[in-house]
Structure formats: C-alpha cells, structure tokens
C-alpha cells in the first residue's frame, strides 16, 4: 500500500525567505506525486503536480517541487514566500489511472512571520 | 460552470440521526471521491465511484453508504451518526486515468 510522510507539521518562514517542505512517498511502481494548498476553511487547491518526465515541476503561485526517485521524495519550493501563503499544505501519491483515490500526507501548516 | 459543490455547508447532528451529504459535479467527469478530514490526520478516502452505478469502498467506509445513480451527483449517507464523524467532508472529481482531483469546499459535521 502507499504511503506519504511529510515529516514537518508547523513550519515558520519570515516573509520574503525561501521555502521548502518535504514530502516522502512509498510506492511500489512510477508514483503520480501532488501538492495541495488549502486555505482556513476552504477545499484543495492544486499547486503542481508529477506524472513523468522532467522532475522539476513548476505550478501556480510560483511553486514548484522536484521529483527525486532515489529519495522517494517530492519536496515543494518556493524562493520568497508571502504573507498569502500561509495555509496548510498536502502532498498526495495516487496510482496510474486514479480509480481509487489519493493518498495524502498529514500536512504541513505554515506560518509566515511578517 | 460551478464545478464541484456541496451542501449543507455545515451541519450539526445528534447521536443516531441521519442525513445525506450532497455532491454534484457539472466537469462530466468519471471519477467522483468522498474523504474526510480530521485535525492533524490529512484526508482519507471513504468510497469512490468510477462511473453511474458503481461504487467501492476506500480505507475507512464504516458507517457510510454511498450511491451514484448519474454521472453528476455522488451524494453519501450517513444512516446512524455517531461522534466519530465528527469530521470535514470533501468530495472530489477526476478523469479516468488522470489521478488529479478537484475538490468541493466541504461539510463540516458535528455529532453531537
């Protein structure tokens, strides 16, 4: 069965500082890897994602993460952080064809620090 | 296009009541998802359906029945609630073979 890890449950940055957080998976084949955000009180939002090919991955609001399968992991980035990125953040591995659903991480909450 | 919606926004419930938590998509697309969200715990997945007509459970279908009669609604059941779904519900939507998923804004239940 899978499995992520994202190890870091609070992570505070100060506001214009880079960003990494860490994702590990387990998976038996190829992965489909995924970043969620989630904001106070809303749903997911994709950031980026994984299926094959380059594993630099570039997503919206200037993420992006990096696929390493010797590491099996899949950690997100971001230069300079914002104040509006604050929120809670999920990395998720599926199976090749997404019948039955992701497995998510248990999150990471990050803090910006003006 | 709404995309995935979901009703009630919130919803509080008393030990041995029902309800249904609704979920409609207007994507056209195959795969619809149930998950729940507990502080600290991520997301995990109930049941899913890959199309009208069929349903599977996911890791933790205890206490839950679902039913997809068309392809735009998936709604869940809860026929005898119990404090242990004291939770937030997410349902979510994808293509065949694709794995991304796009999600509602959720229901949060409380059983009190």
New interface residues.
């Given amino acids: 069965a899978q499995s ?1 890890t994202q190890p870091d ?1 609070h992570i505070t940055v100060s506001e214009g500082a880079s960003l990494e957080l860490r994702c590990n998976y387990s998976y038996g084949a190829t992965p ?1 890897l ?1 970043w ?1 955000v989630q904001s106070p009180g ?5 950031l980026l ?1 994984y ?1 094959s090919g380059d594993t630099l991955v570039q997503g919206i609001k200037g993420f992006e993460a990096e696929f390493k399968r010797s590491q099996s992991s899949f950690n997100l980035r971001k230069p300079s952080v914002h104040w509006s990125d604050a929120a809670e953040y ?1 990395c998720a591995v ?14 990471t909450h990050l803090i910006i620090q003006p | 296009n709404a995309g ?1 919606t979901q009703t009630p926004k919130f919803r509080i419930l008393k030990i041995g009541q029902s309800m249904t938590l609704q979920c409609a998509q207007d994507m056209n697309h195959n ?1 619809m ?1 149930w ?1 729940r969200q507990d502080p ?6 109930i049941y ?1 359906s ?1 199309g009208a007509g069929i349903t ?1 459970k ?1 890791e933790v279908p205890n206490g839950y029945n679902v039913s997809r009669s068309t392809t735009e609604d998936f709604p869940l059941r809860l026929e005898l609630a119990a404090p242990s779904q004291t939770s937030v519900y ?1 349902c ?1 939507t ?13 229901t949060r239940l409380t059983v009190l």
């Fill in positions: 992520v449950i489909y995924f969620y809303q749903g997911l939002q994709l994602k299926f999920f599926g199976a090749g064809g997404g019948a039955d659903g992701l497995t998510f991480g248990k999150g | 995935v795969y998802y998950y600290g715990m991520g997301l995990k997945l899913y890959v599977d996911g997410f979510a994808g293509l065949a073979g694709y794995n991304e998923q796009f999600f509602g804004p959720g």
